[in-house]
């Protein structure tokens, strides 16, 4: 049944402090709503369970990205065409804007936010298992003031994350330690566009002279959350690329990955494809894949 | 405005809709999209899905491409606002229409303002664009009787003739 806008009230602080001194007051009965294109779609279904909404969209202090000598801080409020756009998260965090360009449309990159995404917590979601493999840091500010939290500590269940009542995730930061990395990320769906992931992947490695120096990977949509594969990296850690490890590395994946069958895919096949897209990047990093 | 809803409920809002400007009341969480079919009677702007997903309810707010149906009116206030009926100038249709027209693109037309809105926001970022950029910027929109072929031809037209809309 659809919902009746009366039912719902709205507010629009003008800055963050008015924000986070109404989500004090009143902790967990105001849902925070940025570009809307997760709760404005619950909302018209009425399946939207909260009836006082705070907008924190386009507030200044979250739409910004930040630039520093060792980080860069995104503020949670940046949209996924904010991301496109910017010149240090395309040199430099790869796995980031091209998540960002498939999400969605164009329309919903114009509105829906990385902290949206962060906070919606899907394990299907695109940009998180990037966030994963960079080692991800969130701010997180209420009121009572700012902490920081990894964000593979972040988000613990099926939409579930340790984001407390009266908090918001004030800004995504990233360390600049892995341009020299060479960088992929994959999106298995229906089509780029608008369709959620069956899988994806967000892939950081770095060889030398044929052996792995270092992997980082992530996939989405195998597991109720985004997985890093902490064991596949650690097999294939030190070891030079050949076929032999290629199918160590699949099998690994196979035992780590905790798929489901669902309306968009089958466990079988999300397994095996995520083994697949390891796969392929250890090929292409054997073929001798740096970052120019 | 309804007099029997809650006072808390409605805002007052302020938005420049075609180059006009003008002062309305609706409830804070109405979506744009019933403002501008049912307040405004803007009727061109369509509703396919409802949830972000076809793309046919797109405008241009402050010259971003958004889906009207997943905006809370407040979010909306002080907005500039550009929906197909703003396209035409007296009796001389936009480019994008004019092409749009000539290449087939339209068939039943419930598409057709989303997917012009969408070329229109592509063409201001990017005059002549190749046909991959024409199917990128048009991926939020979907048609489901021509097959695409004609509309990624009269973007394409539209981007030749060189005017920006």
Redesign the interface.
């Known amino acids: 049944m659809r ?1 009746h ?8 602080p003008r800055t963050l402090p008015a924000v986070l001194t109404l989500l004090a007051q009143e902790p967990g009965s105001w849902l925070p ?1 940025a ?3 997760d709760v ?2 619950q ?3 009425g399946k939207l369970p909260a009836r006082k ?1 705070v ?1 924190i ?1 386009n507030l200044p202090e979250l739409r910004r990205i930040e630039i520093f000598p060792d980080e860069i801080q995104i503020g949670a409020g940046c949209t996924f ?1 904010d991301l496109r756009k910017d010149k240090t998260v395309n040199q430099e965090f790869q796995l980031v804007s091209a998540a960002a360009g498939w999400t ?5 990159q ?2 829906g936010t990385l902290g949206g995404n962060i906070v919606n917590a899907s394990p299907a979601a695109d940009s998180l298992p990037a966030l994963l493999v960079y080692d991800a840091e969130l701010l997180l500010v209420s009121a009572r003031g700012e902490r920081r939290l990894p964000y593979a500590s972040f988000h613990i269940g099926y939409r579930k994350t340790r984001l407390a009542p009266d908090e918001l995730v004030r800004a995504i930061c990233l360390k600049r330690r892995f341009s020299e990395y060479y960088a992929q990320a994959r999106k298995v769906g229906a ?4 369709a959620i992931s069956k899988v994806c992947l967000a892939a950081l490695g770095r060889v030398t002279n044929g052996v792995v120096e270092d992997m980082r990977l992530a996939v989405g949509s195998v597991a109720p959350v985004p997985l890093r594969l902490a064991e596949t990296e650690r097999v294939v850690k030190g070891k030079r690329i050949d076929a032999a490890l290629v199918q160590l590395a699949k099998k690994t994946v196979a035992g780590e990955v905790r798929p489901i069958d669902d309306i968009r895919s089958t466990a079988r096949y999300r397994a095996a494809v995520a083994g697949n897209l390891v796969a392929e990047f250890l090929g292409k990093l054997a073929a001798g894949g740096l970052n120019a | 405005m309804s007099k029997s809803l809650p006072e808390r409920a409605t805002c007052e809002l302020s938005l420049t809709v075609n180059g006009k400007r003008m002062t309305l009341h609706a409830h804070a969480m109405e979506r744009l999209l019933d403002v501008l079919r049912h307040a405004l009677g803007l009727t061109g702007t369509k509703e396919g899905c409802g949830e972000g997903e076809c793309g046919s309810c797109s405008i241009l707010m402050d010259g971003m491409l958004v889906n009207s149906c997943l905006i809370p009116a407040l979010q909306a206030d002080g907005a500039d606002i550009t929906t197909i009926e703003g396209l035409a100038s007296d009796c001389h249709l936009a480019v994008l229409q004019q092409t749009f027209l000539e290449c087939g693109a339209s068939q039943c037309g419930i598409c057709t303002p989303g997917m012009i809105l969408a070329a229109v926001h592509l063409l201001r970022k990017n005059p002549q664009p190749t046909l991959e950029e024409i199917r990128e910027g048009l991926s939020g929109n979907l048609c489901r009787c021509t097959g695409y072929m004609q509309i990624v031809e009269a973007v394409a037209e539209a981007g030749r003739r060189g005017v920006a809309t």
Not at chain 1, 104 to 108: D, E, K, L, P
Request: aromatic share 10%; charged share 15%; net charge positive.
């Open positions: 919902a806008p009366a039912e719902y009230e709205l507010v629009a709503i570009g809307g294109t404005m779609v909302y018209s279904a909404l907008s969209w065409a969605g449309g164009i329309a919903n114009n509105r089509r780029k566009a608008q």
